[in-house]
């Protein structure tokens, strides 16, 4: 479903992505890992088009959602705001319509009592979700999301694990940039990890649990 070949970048002289290929199947979680600064971000931002690479190609055929590391929910406009602005405003879909979707998916998302709250009255965790439910909202093929865990407790991040694993199984397919190897280990299907610009590994797990550093950078 997507296809990255080649992808190079760089920032003055310092080398971001060097060569980075691969290939993701539908309906899996892949976490890209690595330590910071290893170009994990640059690269969902590559794919996403937020960004733009010097050389190589990305292709997609689908859509995607993009879950910003630090949510980049709309300030002004409440969780239901948020989650339909796109609907409304870019999918021109009539204000009744969106609310509906929003709302079903905001349960979904454990956030049926937020609906009317401004993203500053959440914890960390419930705005985790307003931000994904905002980018799942407009049913992306392929869910993109950085560091997701980011700035969460330990709780919080277990359920975060959790809502993944569900979308899973409802056959959302993510691409997840994090160096929480806690949350790696509970979610992923297959790592690829990302060192100094470029794959250093690519592997599918086979049983869920402890990963190390020593482990996947040695
Ligand atoms: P990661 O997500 O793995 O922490 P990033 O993709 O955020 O890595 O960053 C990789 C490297 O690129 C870092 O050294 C970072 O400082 C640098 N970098 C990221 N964005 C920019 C930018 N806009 N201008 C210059 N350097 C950048």
Redesign the pocket.
């Known amino acids: 479903m997507l296809k990255v070949t080649n992808a190079t970048k760089a920032?003055s002289n310092?080398n971001?992505l060097k060569q980075v290929s691969f290939c993701l199947n539908p309906g899996q979680i892949v976490a890209l890992a690595?330590?910071?600064?290893?170009?994990?971000?640059?690269?969902l931002r590559c794919i996403q088009k937020l960004e733009k690479l010097d050389s190589g190609t990305i292709t997609h055929k689908g859509t995607t959602g993009f879950v910003f590391q630090d949510f980049q929910l709309f300030p002004h406009l409440s969780v239901l705001d948020n989650v339909t602005y796109a609907l409304r405003v870019t999918k021109k879909q009539p204000a009744n319509d969106a609310q509906e979707k929003a709302k079903s998916t905001l349960k979904q998302l454990g956030l049926k009592t937020a609906y009317n709250k401004m993203p500053h009255q959440l914890s960390g965790g419930q705005r985790q979700r307003a931000a994904i439910a905002r980018a799942l909202v407009l049913e992306p093929d392929l869910l993109l999301c950085d560091e997701p865990t980011s700035g969460l407790d330990g709780p919080s991040s277990k359920s975060v694990a959790e809502l993944f694993l569900n979308l899973k199984a409802q056959g959302v397919t993510m691409l997840i940039?994090s160096h929480d190897l806690d949350f790696v280990g509970a979610v992923a299907d297959r790592i690829i990890v990302?060192n100094e610009a470029a794959v250093l590994r690519d592997f599918m797990i086979e049983e869920k649990g402890k990963l190390s550093w020593a482990k996947l950078l040695g």
Do not use: E, Q, V
């Open positions: 920032y310092h971001i690595g330590p910071s600064g290893s170009g994990k971000s640059t690269l940039a990302l």
